[in-house]
């Protein structure tokens, strides 16, 4: 069980490193493709990268590799519509 919990924090810890609008994107696009084609999965990840590249989070994210001091803006609270 230890092993386990150690396991998760590190899990948490990587993903947390990684850009907000890439992590988010990438839920958006597992949860999408779950009841999708794979062809319809795989423009909603062509369209959903087309915007969400245009944001610095990508940039800083790269920058900041191996740095755990980094720090990433809040990401905006999203209706759910």
């Known amino acids: 069980q230890e092993d ?3 396991a998760s924090l ?3 810890q990587t ?24 062809e319809e999965g795989l423009e909603h990840v062509a369209t959903h990268n087309s915007v969400a590249l245009m944001t610095d989070d990508m940039a800083q994210a790269f920058a900041s590799r191996g ?12 209706s759910k519509l």
Do not use: Q
């Not at 993903?15 to 794979?38: C, E, Q």
């Open 4 to 6: 386990l919990w150690k």
């Open 10 to 12: 590190d899990l948490c």
């Open 15 to 38: 993903i947390s490193r990684n850009s907000p609008v890439a992590v988010m994107g990438t839920k958006l696009s597992l949860n999408y493709s779950r009841d999708h084609t794979v």
């Open 67 to 78: 740095d755990p001091s980094s720090k990433f803006e809040d990401l905006p609270a999203f």
